[in-house]
């Protein structure tokens, strides 16, 4: 995949990172987007400001999470659709300054991630249902009409935004991502990704906004490809929990296999992946958030290296069970689907590795090349012709890695491929 070949090149060694969406709706626990999707009136959502008090908002307990599970960059919701801004703005009285907690959270925020080495982007939704001057006409993820007192004015509005990117630009120090959201206007304007890119040469800048930007966006698994590499950068995103991405109290959680699957099928295809949680309301992780997180982290951890400075190699077999990735004499067999039998088979590789190890548990595996009875016919029940002996990984304990997803190593003499 080429590189950006500059500071924007972060983004191919910091690979998984943590979504944060934290906003107003955390003190009614049920979404994110909870004024529109509950028809709840403007002058009745935005009272939420007044019960705003985050007092157990720490943001090193959020790093700590974050680096408990190897995640290594983190993506703030600084406004989400709701308009509600989570810094100091100087453009609307619509934020955190004005709540009785008083206090910038995406200063403290920065301030820990400037401290700790630990990159920060910034999500900026440009729907929004409390501006005056944006045009809400019903359109996905708008309020159907704009509601009493609105001036709709998409010029006004964008000279809003722009004032709006240039401080969250200039006064949090680097920022080393742009993710927008929402553009459902459809307006195209390339000069607003160039100021971010002025203010903040290392920022990757997402393809949601005003032009295509630097990567992909494919969210929630519900975008499946059946490519085997990424054709462009790309940073997958999925939601810790399924029904929301802010704090919802009663949430359904998405199993932990689940989502391994899901960080290792992005990873392995050469991609960034970056796993959401919403803090509550007083700005803790939720606990089974924070136990998920953990357990990720004792697997990404012990696969790691199947990932970093790795490339998908996931050409060199026919079996699209597996997705491999491979570093110099080394190839990584990634089984992101449930196996169902105690081996792989890598057609056509017929060379057999010096050694094969599974890398959750460090154990050694069986590995030989091997004539297989159900390889001998075609799908049309006649006999193969050609090679009949094939790479096979074998006696892999598959019953016992049930909950999480197997990485083999398999180490040659020489490259393969």
């Known amino acids: 995949m080429q590189r950006f070949g500059d500071g924007r090149d972060w983004f191919f060694e910091k690979r998984f990172g943590l979504f944060i969406h934290w906003g107003l709706y955390a003190i ?9 999707r509950r028809g709840i009136p403007r002058t009745i959502y935005e009272q939420l400001r007044n019960q705003f008090i985050p007092i157990h908002f720490d943001p090193d307990a959020w790093l700590d999470a974050a680096e408990a599970a190897g995640m290594e960059y983190i993506c703030f919701t600084t406004k989400h659709h709701d308009g509600f801004c989570m810094w100091s703005t100087a453009q609307t009285d619509y934020n955190i300054m004005n709540t009785p ?3 910038d959270i995406l200063a403290q925020l920065a301030e820990a991630c400037h401290r700790r080495g630990f990159p920060l982007c910034l999500y900026y939704s440009v729907v929004d249902w409390h501006h005056p001057n944006y045009p809400n006409q019903g359109r996905s993820h ?9 001036e709709p004015n998409i010029e ?73 590499v990424f054709e462009r950068p790309t940073e997958a995103c999925q939601s810790i929990g399924r029904e929301s991405w802010g704090y919802r109290e009663d949430e359904d959680y998405y199993s932990l ?41 004792d697997w990404y951890q012990s696969v790691r290296e199947a990932f970093d400075g790795a490339e998908p190699a996931s050409v ?26 105690e081996r792989v088979l ?44 094939w790479l096979r990984v074998h006696r892999i304990p598959v019953d016992d890695l049930t909950d999480t997803v197997p990485v083999i190593k398999l180490e040659f003499d020489a490259p393969i491929g």
């Open 316 to 341: 060199l077999t026919e079996n699209r069970e597996v997705l491999l990735t491979r570093k110099g004499r080394t190839l990584y067999v990634h089984l992101c689907q449930e196996p169902t039998v």
């Open 156 to 228: 006004r509005y964008l000279e809003f935004l722009k004032a709006q990117v240039h401080e969250l630009c200039t006064q949090y120090g680097d920022i080393h991502g742009f993710w927008w959201d929402m553009n459902v206007t459809g307006l195209v304007d390339p000069s607003i990704n160039h100021m971010i890119r002025e203010l903040q040469p290392n920022a990757v800048i997402n393809n949601r906004g005003f032009d295509e930007g630097d990567f992909g966006t494919p969210e929630r698994d519900f975008e499946q490809s059946s490519a085997l």
């Open 346 to 389: 890598l057609k056509p590789l017929t060379v057999k590795p010096k050694s094969a190890t599974l890398l959750n548990t460090g154990e050694p595996l069986v590995v030989s090349t091997d004539s297989i009875p159900t390889q001998h016919m075609d799908g049309g029940g006649l006999p193969t012709t050609g090679p009949r002996e």
């Open 257 to 297: 296999t689940h989502l391994l699957r899901s960080i290792d099928r992005a990873l392995a295809r050469g991609g960034n992946y970056l796993l959401n949680v919403g803090p509550k309301a007083d700005g803790t992780l939720p606990g089974v958030a924070v136990n998920r997180l953990a357990r990720i982290g």
């Open 28 to 36: 009614n626990a049920w979404h994110e987007q909870d004024q529109w």
């Open 101 to 103: 907690y008083e206090r």
């Open 142 to 150: 708008e309020l159907p009409a704009p509601e009493p007192g609105d």
